[in-house]
Each structure stands twice: as C-alpha cells, then as structure tokens.
C-alpha cells in the first residue's frame, strides 16, 4: 500500500549571496599518499581567510622519477574535480619531486587546459621564490628521498640560480614514511647540513612533517629555513591577495617576507 505524506512539504525561497562576496578560494592537488598537507594547508591558512578546496591525484610507491613521471596524464583531471564552474584565486600542485621531474611548465599548462587563468604554484616554484626573497644565494637541500629522486633537485635549484653547497637525503621510497619521520630525527639531520657557507636550508616534500620544527632549526643555525608546504601556502597566500603568515604561527622567518611580483619568481 502506498504511504501518504502526512506532513505538507513547504518550498522556501533562497536567497544566495552573489558570486565575490565569499572568501577566497584556492585549490590545492595532492598526491593520493600524502598524509601531511591538509593539516599544514589548515594552520597556514585561517578559516576566516581563505577555503581550500583539496582533489588527489593517483599516485603509486616508490617515488621513484618513473612513478612520478607518471602522475603527469592525471593531473588535468584533479584540477578539472576542484569546485567546477567556482573561481578559484589560485591553484598549487603539492609535489615538490613531480613537479620537478615533469617540469613546472608541464604542470602548469595541464591545469590550464582546464582551469585557465588561475594562477599555478608547485613547491619547487614557492620555494625558489622564498629563497631568493630571503637573499639566499647558497643553500643547503635535505630530502626524504632515494638518492636518484633527490639529484634532479639539485639541478633545479642551480639552475634557478642557487648554488647547493650541501645535500642529503633519508632514502626513503614511500611517502607514507616520510610523513612519519621523528621530530628529532629531521631537527638534527637538518642542523648537521649547515656550514660557513650555506645562507638557508630547504626542506623538500609535502608529505615531510617539516612545519613543526623550523623553528627550532632556525634557533640552531641562526639562518632562515624553507620548507615545502611553508614555501607553498606562502605563495598561495600572495597570490590570493592575502599577507604573509603572522609570526606568532611558529613557521620561521618566511613568515614576515611580502609575496613578490610572481613573474618575476619562477
């Protein structure tokens, strides 16, 4: 027997707010694997700032160059999933070892074959750019990588300009690992990296749980450090039109850097 809805449906009229009077919105494409971005994405961005709207990519173990060459046929999809027909303020693909083995060009012109006019930032682009913001010219790279993942690394930061005076790297093949890595054990690998010679440290990987402890790495050294993830929002953050991260978040001397002319920074 067919029920009666005993209880009359009543439609209400909406009323939205028109487009432009929300928050900004920015989109950021992570790895499938990547257990850390969210969290740092959540402490560098306030909610009463900016929303960020996250899609993942496939992405297979171990990070190898040929794996993560292969997420390259997969990342128009992800932008295409990021809040359709929305205006997005800007975009970040969050891979640092990707979007050097692709090329940041490659990366940057998948997503506008879908998202055209929305400005691109990966780590390695941010972090090039906070690097030269803070006057580095020398500087030190620790990953969590295998050895043949981090040396085209190497290459990308000198052919940005930046001499690597010294490099390490843990040797690891999964980024889950990678996002396990202990506190101290990250604080003292990076310390151990410094020398007379070096003007900063970057600290390669999204999935790195590098946020925590730049500080304390900073206080070692007495030199800025620059971490993926930091790098990243930092550059989101200016080209959504947004100030640099206050100090009192804990992130290091990026921290008080103004965002500059982008073009001039890739």
Known sequence: MKMMNRVPIETVRPRCNPPGLDLPRLGLIALATDMTIEQNAARLIGWDEAVVHVSRVRFVNPTTPDNLRAIGPDIAAAAELLVP????????????????????????TAIASVRPGVPVVTPSSAGLAALR???ACRMALLTPYLAETTAPMVDYFEAGGLAVERCA??????????????????????????????DALFLSCTALPALDVIEAIEARIGKPVVSSNL???????????????????????????????WSQST
């Open 231 to 261: 790098a990243t929002f930092w550059a989101l953050r200016g080209l959504a039109g947004l100030p640099p991260p206050v100090p009192a978040l804990g992130v290091g001397r990026l921290s008080t850097c103004p965002f500059p002319d």
């Open 85 to 108: 027909g929305v205006d997005l303020a800007a975009l970040a693909f969050a891979c640092t070892s990707a979007s050097v083995t692709l090329r940041n060009d490659v990366v940057m």
């Open 133 to 135: 913001a803070l006057g």
């Open 169 to 198: 790297c843990f040797g690891l093949a999964d980024d889950r690992d990678m996002a396990r890595l202990d506190r101290d054990t990250l604080i003292e690998a990076a310390v151990s990296l410094d020398s007379p010679s070096i």
